[in-house]
């Protein structure tokens, strides 16, 4: 069993930056696969970031891209999510996600094994 703790939320105004941790408790966070995902008052939830369990790949939807850096550090078994550059859509709340599989790219919801109960993040105009 893996327990994931978001912190970092909170509001900014656009154009502002943010940073979001997620420490994990286990032993082998190193052999996880991480995900940031966000979801949206009535919209579904969606990844916002990946990074795979040797920090060699990463993967951002285009809505982020350029703008938000997903990062690890496998001594702190904790997870980053820096987001500059913010915008008003995303506002969200934002979860961390663990997948105990090692692979290059993960995007759907249904993949990963654990999540954390998320931070919310507001944009304001």
């Known amino acids: 069993q893996v327990r994931l703790e978001e912190s970092g939320g909170g509001l900014v105004q656009a154009g502002g930056s943010l940073r979001l941790s997620c420490a994990a408790t286990?032993?082998?966070?190193?052999?996880?696969?991480m995900g940031w995902f966000r979801q949206a008052p009535g919209k579904e939830r969606e990844l916002a970031a990946f990074?795979?369990?040797?920090?060699?790949?990463?993967y951002y939807p285009d809505s982020v891209k350029g703008r938000f850096t997903i990062s690890r550090d496998n001594a702190k078994n904790t997870v980053y999510l820096q987001m500059n550059s913010l915008k008003p859509e995303d506002t969200a709340v934002y979860y961390c996600?663990?997948?105990?599989?090692?692979?290059?790219?993960?995007?759907?919801?249904?993949?990963?094994?654990?999540w954390g109960q998320g931070t919310q993040v507001t944009v304001s105009s």
């Open positions: 990074i795979s369990w040797s920090r060699g790949n990463t």
């Open positions: 286990t032993r082998t966070f190193s052999t996880y696969s």
């Open positions: 996600a663990a997948r105990n599989l090692r692979v290059a790219v993960s995007t759907r919801v249904d993949e990963y094994d654990y």
